[in-house]
């Protein structure tokens, strides 16, 4: 059963940056066969979609954050990534990995990494 493990999340001033990063528990080259996507919740709120890159490494971002955050992946490490950059207070939450086809199933979201911002 795949799970994703994410990490890289920290306390960070406004205007700062972090490099977040996601592995599948587990085998299996997930990233060559499934569209990606980073998911941040913050308190209150429902889990949203940040960013996303297809298998052929089409990218697309919320624009929220277009223009700010990077998403990538290394299929050799079997590591997503997300770049994140000129973040503000309003980026502040857990942020998620997982699959597209995955997402509706609970079993395979992680603990999220928390980033918070501070202004």
Known sequence: QVQFVESGGGLVQAGGSLRL???????????????????????????????????SGTTNYADSVQGRFTISRDSAKNTLYLQM???????????????????????????????????
């Open 21 to 55: 990063s996601c592995a599948p528990s587990g085998s299996g080259d997930i990233f060559k066969y499934y569209t990606m996507g980073w998911y941040r919740q913050a308190p209150g709120s429902q889990r949203d979609l940040v960013a996303s890159i297809t298998t």
């Open 85 to 119: 950059s000129s973040l503000n207070p309003e980026d502040t939450a857990v942020y998620y990995c997982n699959a597209d086809v995955f997402r509706l199933r609970p079993e395979t979201w992680g603990q999220g990494t928390q980033v918070t911002v501070s202004s």
